[in-house]
């Protein structure tokens, strides 16, 4: 069973489409995040949402937004896609809690031609 | 401006000796400590972690040992293993102020040569 899951794996498409990706856990969690690994390695949180709101938003361009249809899902939805947006995208989800142990996703590989 | 700081790229050990992993922070808000473990085209996957009000948490090979004075975490992994070739991200978070917003490291690539 997976706890996490991602879909697409990998997408490639053209500068100014618009693309989603999709998050789904089965672990119950309260908490989805969306992070964002770059060509430096560096994994940065985006967004996370707690029982369908947003409790963190980083300084991310506001092309890039985040819905949840329900708890278990938190889907990425990415606007005008730039060559900068060339990137591994990473879904994660915790229960709320001072552990913040994470769980993530396997991730998706977007890259912007 | 990297709030969390693994200096060393690279690690190589030979397999049954220990392997140190070291990680620095800056921010002196932290309060809870992770090492997250990745393999090639999978999501990090969690490891140990430690409060700030421990120095040291165990669990089986891996130990964590924190120096808050210094600001410096370390990951040891004794008897080390081929399996435990991967990269080693080095987390942190301020709880109260962050509700689980991790900051990382940019990752340690650790390998064990049989």
């Known amino acids: 069973d997976t706890a996490v899951s991602q879909t697409p794996k990998y997408l490639v498409t053209q500068m100014g489409n618009d693309k989603s990706i999709k998050c789904e856990q089965n672990?119950?969690?309260?908490?989805m995040y969306w992070y964002k690994q770059d060509s430096k390695k560096f994994l940065k949180i985006m967004f996370s949402?707690?029982?369908?709101?947003?409790?963190i938003n980083e300084t991310v361009p506001n092309r890039f937004s985040p819905k949840s249809p329900d708890k278990a899902h938190l889907n990425l939805h990415i606007n005008s896609l730039e060559l900068g947006d060339s990137a591994v995208y990473f879904c994660?989800?915790?229960?709320?809690?001072?552990?913040?142990?994470?769980?993530f996703g396997p991730g998706t590989r977007l890259t912007v031609l | 401006d990297q709030q969390v700081k693994q200096n060393s790229p690279s690690l190589s050990v030979q397999e049954g000796r220990i392997s140190i992993l070291n990680c620095d922070y800056t921010?002196?808000?932290?309060?809870?400590f992770l090492w997250y473990k990745k393999y090639p085209a999978e999501g990090p996957t969690f490891l140990i972690s430690?409060?700030?009000?421990?120095d040291k948490n165990e669990d089986g090979r891996f130990t964590v040992f924190l120096n808050k004075s210094a600001k410096h975490l370390s990951l040891h992994i004794v008897p080390s293993q081929p399996g435990d070739s991967a990269v080693y991200f080095c987390?942190?978070?301020?709880?109260?102020?962050?509700?689980?917003?991790?900051?990382f490291g940019k990752g340690t690539k650790l390998s064990v040569k049989p």
């Open positions: 672990l119950g969690h309260d908490t």
């Open positions: 987390a942190a978070t301020d709880y109260g102020g962050s509700q689980g917003n991790l900051i």
């Open positions: 430690i409060s700030s009000i421990k």
């Open positions: 949402y707690n029982n369908k709101e947003l409790i």
């Open positions: 994660a989800s915790s229960h709320g809690g001072w552990t913040n142990e994470q769980f």
């Open positions: 921010n002196s808000m932290f309060d809870y």
